[in-house]
C-alpha cells in the first residue's frame, strides 16, 4: 500500500462511523394475534404436562402446577426425595414449562400427611376427622414440627430458589390441602372444632418460605388473613381458588361477589399484582359454570379486572361452546409485549456501542415477574452469529406503553460487514429467546429479525 492510500484508510477509520445528522434507522413491526405460551403466566396444567394433558386440546400452555403433601416429598426423616422434583423441573424444561409448587400438610383421604415419623420422633398431635376420614394431625406449635418443616422450607429453598425451572411457590402448609383454614375438623377425643394454628406460628411459616425463596416469585392463598396482610410490604402475590362461584354453595353467598372484593380490600391489596402474581383456580371446573348457567365471559372479565397472570381448570375438558371466549381470555392473561418500532443508527463501529430505542406496549392486565433482558443476534450470511445482551429487562412492565434503551457494547473483533439486526428476549445468563413476543417474523430459533446495520472495522 502506497503513503498516501494508507494515510487516506487512517483518515476514513478515524471519522466517526455515523454523522450526527443521519437519520436513524426506524423499524415498525406488525403486531399478531397468535396465542402462545409465555413463562411466568398463563393457562396452567394440574399435576400434569402440556404433552400430556389431553384436556389443552392445543391451547398454549407456559405453567404446570403440581400440589404435594410433606410426606411425599421427605418420606423418611431429613432424606427429601430431591429426584422425584428434579425430574419434575426437567420434564418441563423439555416441553417450554415452568413448575409452580405447593406444599401441604394435611388434606388427603390418608391418616397422615405430614409424615408419621415425626411423630415417632416425638412430635405431639392430634387424632382428628373431617369427611368422614380420620387422620392424624401434627401441633404446628411443637418444637420438633417447627424444627423439622423449617428444615424442610430451608432445603428446599437452597435447592431450588432462583431455578429458572421454577414459576411460583404457593406458600400453602398450613390448613386442609394449604387453604388456610380447618372447615369441618374436629378433635376425635373431644368433637370440638380445630383452630387454625396461632397467628404467630402462620406468621413464622410464611416468614421462613419467604427467607428460603427470595428470588422465587410467590403467592398465598386469599383466605390466609396473615398472608395477605404482608402481600404489599413483603412482594406477595395471591392465589384464589374458586374461580367461577356464583353460588354453588349457597344461594345469598359466593366467592366471586362476597369474599375475593372484600378479602382484597381489607388487606389492601389492590396493588399487590403490580409486584407479585394472582392466580387463580376454578371452583369445581367449567363444566360446572356452564351446567349451572352462570356467565362465562363476566367470569373471566373479573380474573382480568384483578390482574390474573394465571388460571387453572384442573386439566379438565373444555365446554366447546366457551372456546372462542378461552381465546379472548387468553390474548389478556398475564403479560403481551408487542414492539411499536424500534430504531438504531445505521451504521456503529466494531468496539464501540449500538443503541436500541424500543416503544412497546403491555396489552395484557400483568407485568412479568421474572428478570428476562433485552438481546440482539447479528448474522451475516456466511458467518457465526453474534449474541449480545443488554441490561435492559422487561421485568415490571405495567400495562400500557413502555419506552426502552438497550445499548449493546460491540467486540472490537467483530468482522466488519453487513449484518442482519434481530431482537429477543433471553433470561439474564442466556442466549436463547425465552419470551414470545406479539409481533410478526419469529424465526425457527426464536429471533425477530427486524432490520440491518453495518458494522465498520474497528479503531486502530
Known sequence: MGMMAALLCCLLLALPVAQADEPMVTVKPQETNELFANPGMGWQTFHTFNDQDRA????????????????????????????????????????????????MCTGSENYADSPLWLRDA??????????????????????????????????????????????????????LWGEWHMS?????????????????????????????????????????DAGMARTMQEGLGW??????????????????????????????????????????ESCWDMRKWKQEGWDIAAIFDFALAHHASYVNNKSTPLPEEAWPLI????????YRLVIRSLAHAPRVRAGETLTLKLV???????PPYFDYHIAIRLKRDNGQPLVLTSQASIRGWLPGT????????????????????????????????????????????GWYPLSRVEVAKAKR
Not at 391451547?59 to 416429598?73: K, V
Not at 412497546?360 to 400483568?366: F, I, K, M, P, R
Open 56 to 103: 389443552l386440546q392445543g391451547l398454549p400452555s407456559g405453567s404446570a402446577y403440581f400440589r404435594f403433601y410433606w410426606r411425599e416429598i421427605e418420606p423418611t426423616d431429613g432424606a427429601i426425595d430431591f429426584a422425584r422434583l428434579d425430574e419434575m423441573l426437567a420434564h418441563g424444561r423439555r416441553v417450554g414449562q415452568k413448575v409452580a409448587l405447593r406444599i
Open 184 to 224: 369441618g375438623v374436629k378433635d376425635v377425643a373431644t368433637g370440638n372444632s380445630v383452630p387454625m394454628p396461632p397467628v404467630a406460628v402462620q406468621n413464622e411459616i410464611i416468614s421462613e418460605w419467604c427467607a428460603a425463596f427470595p428470588k422465587t416469585p410467590k403467592v398465598v392463598l386469599i383466605g390466609s
Open 122 to 175: 416425638g412430635c405431639k398431635g392430634l387424632e382428628v376427622e373431617y369427611e368422614g376420614h380420620k387422620h392424624w394431625l401434627p401441633d404446628f406449635t411443637d418444637p420438633i414440627f417447627r424444627a423439622r418443616h423449617g428444615r424442610l422450607i430451608r432445603e428446599l429453598g437452597k435447592r431450588y430458589d432462583g431455578n429458572s425451572a421454577l414459576d411460583t411457590l404457593d406458600i400453602g402448609s398450613v390448613g
Open 360 to 366: 412497546g406496549e403491555n396489552v395484557s392486565v400483568a
Open 239 to 280: 392465589r384464589a381458588d374458586c374461580l367461577g362461584d356464583m353460588g354453588g354453595f349457597s344461594k345469598t353467598w359466593n366467592h366471586m361477589e362476597n369474599f375475593y372484593p372484600q378479602a382484597i380490600t381489607k388487606a389492601r391489596a389492590q396493588a399487590a399484582w403490580q409486584q407479585a402474581p394472582v392466580a387463580f
Open 402 to 445: 413502555r419506552t426502552l434503551e438497550a445499548a449493546f457494547p460491540l467486540p472490537a473483533k467483530v468482522p466488519a460487514g453487513r449484518y442482519e439486526l434481530a431482537v429477543g428476549v433471553v433470561e439474564p445468563q442466556g442466549d436463547k429467546p425465552a419470551v414470545r413476543l406479539a409481533i410478526e417474523g419469529r424465526d425457527a430459533q
Open 327 to 334: 381465546e379472548r381470555f387468553l390474548h389478556k392473561l398475564g
